[in-house]
């Protein structure tokens, strides 16, 4: 089971990378080429860890919980790669995007290191880790959210990241959840399941947040448009990004 599921998240991530690629190639506009090409580094780097961890690499025994400790460095590299996906449509400034850099790598090192540990350590930064995704949390919910919808005014812009904050902080809770149900916490879940639930997170918070943020432009340049105003960036709305492939 575990196998089969590190195959989903390879091809998955495969199959979103060569879509971000050829659509970043072909587009004009430089913010469509920026948040096409960030998106294409997310699932190629996944798609990369993934391969390597069904060729059973990656994997280590820590006082007596076997794990995939790769999954770390995928999410250290790509994890911030998304925060700037979402940066990138608020036009937040630089304060903000580096304070959500920051607190996002601490949270990151601070679950390694918690799953390298031996119980009952593991628990206190694995709570520790916990604690830098609430920072997390609050900055995209108060200094993210007033930014992006300041930059972005209109019902339109409020609606879209509304709704992107929410798919966000929901996939990225879950992930914790898992983490403390699986081997590395109580042992509620088997190996296999714990793969499936990473699988399908990774999937959804990487190929499916994607495509949920090049929607998200769409929507904001139409709206741009139907003001009367286009964006710096020279932006023109178009029907669908799948116009550009």
């Not at 994997?59 to 919980?65: A, H, I, Q, R, T």
């Not at 994890?79 to 996906?85: F, Y």
């Not at 949390?137 to 972005?152: I, T, V």
């Not at 904050?165 to 042992?187: D, E, K, R, S």
Request: hydrophobic letters at 50%; a positive charge; charged letters at 10%.
């Amino acid at each position: 089971m575990t196998q089969f599921w590190l195959w989903i998240g390879f091809i998955s991530m495969t199959v979103g990378a060569i879509f971000f690629g050829i659509s970043a190639s072909r587009n004009r506009s430089e913010r469509w080429k920026i948040l096409l090409t960030l998106n294409f580094f997310i699932t190629a780097i996944a798609a990369v860890l993934y391969l390597a961890m069904v060729m059973g690499q990656g994997k280590g025994l820590f006082y007596g919980k076997e794990t995939f400790w790769i999954r770390y460095v995928t999410w250290f590299l790509s994890t911030p790669l998304l925060l700037l996906v979402l940066t990138h449509l608020g036009r937040n400034c630089r304060s903000t995007v580096g304070a959500l850099l920051g607190a996002n790598a601490a949270m990151i090192a601070t679950g390694f290191v918690a799953t390298i540990s031996p119980a009952p350590i593991s628990y206190v930064w694995y709570l520790v880790s916990c604690g830098f995704y609430l920072g997390v949390a609050y900055l995209l919910l108060m200094n993210y959210r007033m930014e992006s919808q300041q930059n972005n005014p209109g019902k339109v812009g409020k609606d879209a990241f509304n709704r992107l904050l929410t798919v966000h902080l929901v996939l990225w809770t879950c992930y914790p959840i898992v983490w403390i149900l699986a081997i590395t916490g109580f042992g509620l879940l088997s190996s296999g399941i714990e793969t499936m639930f990473y699988t399908v997170l990774d999937v959804v918070a990487k190929v499916g947040f994607g495509l949920l943020s090049v929607n998200t432009l769409q929507k904001l340049d139409a709206a741009s448009t139907d003001n009367g105003y286009t964006t710096d960036d020279s932006l023109t709305a178009r029907p669908s990004v799948l116009d550009r492939v």
